[in-house]
């Protein structure tokens, strides 16, 4: 049914860039949000970065504005996440997720999300 899957991810050095994408398919998402997540070993799944899959209105977790962008692109059924001057810090699995109602502070709180995706793991090391 619902479909999220990640690719993208790999080894970049501190500073560079790496694009992320995320396939959807199964629904329409016209009114649902779509977001990035990340999850590092033994801390808590960390909200990065949302948008409304209608309108293109976009939200952020604090430790990546200025540095990541997400987008959609409709006619590819693809979200993606752009991450630029990368930190060690960014490092871990980048998971895509989807919900339909979320909402205020809902909207940054992994729980809410209904839809997963696997992962794709980005690494930021030199």
């Not at 398919?25 to 909200?47: H, Y």
């Amino acid at each position: 049914q619902v479909q999220l899957v990640e690719s993208g991810g790999g080894l970049v050095q501190p500073g560079g860039s790496l694009k992320l994408s995320c396939e959807v398919s199964g629904r329409t998402f016209n009114g649902w949000e779509l977001a990035w997540f990340r999850q590092v070993p033994g801390k808590p799944r960390e909200f990065v970065a949302g948008v409304n899959w209608n309108h293109g209105d976009t939200w952020y977790g604090g430790p990546v504005k200025g540095r990541f962008t997400i987008s959609r692109d409709h006619a590819k059924n693809t979200v993606f996440l752009q991450m630029n001057r990368l930190k060690p810090e960014d490092t871990g699995v980048y998971l895509c997720a989807a919900d339909r109602d979320c909402s205020g502070l809902g909207c940054y709180i992994s729980d809410e999300y209904e839809y997963w995706g696997q992962g794709t793991q980005v690494t930021v090391s030199s």
